[in-house]
C-alpha cells in the first residue's frame, strides 16, 4: 500500500525516476563489492605474496599477473558490452 500512496503523492513520472534511482543504488553497491573494493584487492595480492614467500618461492610476478588477469576480464566484458550494444536493434 506504501507505493501506491506513493505513487499518487508524487505521479507515475516522479515514482519511477525513484524507483530506477533505488534500482542504480542497489547495482553500484552489489558490484562495489566484488569490483571496486581496492583494500580486498591488495590483500588478495598480499596473501599470495606472503604464502610464496613461506614456501620459499619468489612472488615476483604476483602483482602483475594478478592485473593481466583483471585486464582481460575487463577488455572481454567491454567487448561483450559493444558486441550487444551494435546488435540491438
Known amino acids: 500500500m506504501q507505493g501506491v500512496r506513493d505513487r499518487r503523492a508524487i505521479g507515475d513520472q516522479g515514482y519511477s525516476q525513484i524507483q530506477g534511482d533505488r ?16 583494500r580486498g584487492k591488495i590483500a588478495a595480492i598480499d ?6 614467500m613461506q614456501e ?15 585486464s582481460i576480464i575487463v577488455v572481454l566484458a567491454s567487448v561483450a558490452v559493444a558486441a550487444t550494444a551494435t546488435a540491438s536493434p
Open 23 to 38: 534500482m542504480r543504488i542497489l547495482f553500484s553497491q552489489a558490484f562495489d563489492d566484488r569490483s571496486g573494493n581496492v
Open 47 to 52: 596473501n599470495v605474496t606472503r604464502k610464496l
Open 56 to 70: 620459499g618461492q619468489r612472488p615476483a610476478a604476483v602483482g602483475f599477473l594478478f592485473s593481466l588477469g583483471h
